[in-house]
């Protein structure tokens, strides 16, 4: 099973994504995730995609296009859950090249609906742990101990691209070049599923897992 989880910054792609991945067996693949590590790493490739993240721009898609194949490449025994790919036009059809060539395709598209002045709270509240990848929020997922990672321990950290002033960039972008890959989806026939993204984590879990345990739901 291949799902897309999509929607805008903040939406809890990131969160809901582990949560399924874990019950239902399946790798994540977080192209933003992926991104921050070779950032941290200083690579040459997390050097070029700093310049456009750190100000809210889409990293260019042969860069993405690259770690991309280089994961399929790699893993996705049970299936995979893309986490924030593909967002522009020429990620949707590499995407499907790449699944054509090994014999996958993806079977639903579930998009998280969030409104925007919900999107920039959560993000002035969101800290991450840099060495196990968990998400917290200080407003409605405190870690146990302030400012520590429950998991690890480590001291979390604020992302630089989310100050307000990036996210509502960010937004703009997702609307102008990310919203209109879910009409790609549509026209090709695949299952869409719209969950309502402003509830608490644990009923947006469940949402998603009710839809995805429904193998004959409607596509809308
Ligand atoms: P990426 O890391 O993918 O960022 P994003 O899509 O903007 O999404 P976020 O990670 O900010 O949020 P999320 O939806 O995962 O939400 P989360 O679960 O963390 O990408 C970063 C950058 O990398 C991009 O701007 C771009 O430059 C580049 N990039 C990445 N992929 C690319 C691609 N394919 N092509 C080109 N460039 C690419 O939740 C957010 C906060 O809300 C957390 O604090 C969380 O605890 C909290 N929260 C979650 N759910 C809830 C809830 N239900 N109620 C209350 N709070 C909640």
Redesign the pocket.
């Known amino acids: 099973m291949d799902i897309i989880l999509f929607?805008p910054?903040?939406?809890?792609?990131?969160?809901?994504?582990a949560l399924l991945a874990d019950h239902f067996g399946l790798q994540r693949l977080?192209?933003?995730?992926l991104?921050?590590d070779a950032v941290r790493q200083a690579t040459p490739l997390g050097l070029e995609?700093r310049r456009?993240?750190d100000v809210?721009?889409?990293?260019p898609?042969q860069v993405?296009l690259g770690l991309v194949r280089e994961y399929l490449g790699g893993e996705g025994g049970a299936g995979v859950i893309f986490?924030?790919?593909?967002?522009?036009d020429a990620?949707d059809r590499a995407l499907d090249w790449a699944h054509a060539e090994i014999g996958r395709r993806i079977d639903a598209v579930l998009v998280?609906d969030v409104s925007d002045e919900s999107i920039v709270q959560?993000?002035a509240?969101?800290?991450s742990c840099p060495a196990c990848g968990a998400?917290?929020?200080v407003h409605?997922?405190p870690p146990g101990i302030a400012g520590r990672c429950d998991r690890c321990g480590s001291e979390l950290v604020s992302r630089v691209?989310d100050e307000e002033a990036t996210v509502r960039r960010?937004l703009a972008v997702y609307q102008a070049q990310t919203a209109p890959v879910i009409d790609y989806y549509r026209l090709a026939g695949t299952r869409l599923e719209h969950v309502p993204?402003d509830?608490?984590?644990e009923q947006?879990q469940k949402a998603l897992i009710e839809r995805l345990s429904t193998a004959s739901a409607p596509t809308q």
Do not use: C, H
């Open positions: 929607g910054p903040g939406a809890g792609k990131g969160t809901q994504g977080s192209t933003g995730d991104l921050r995609a456009f993240m809210g721009e889409l990293v898609d993405i986490d924030g790919f593909p967002r522009t990620q998280l959560r993000m509240g969101r800290r998400v917290y929020n409605f997922e691209d960010r993204g509830q608490p984590v947006v």
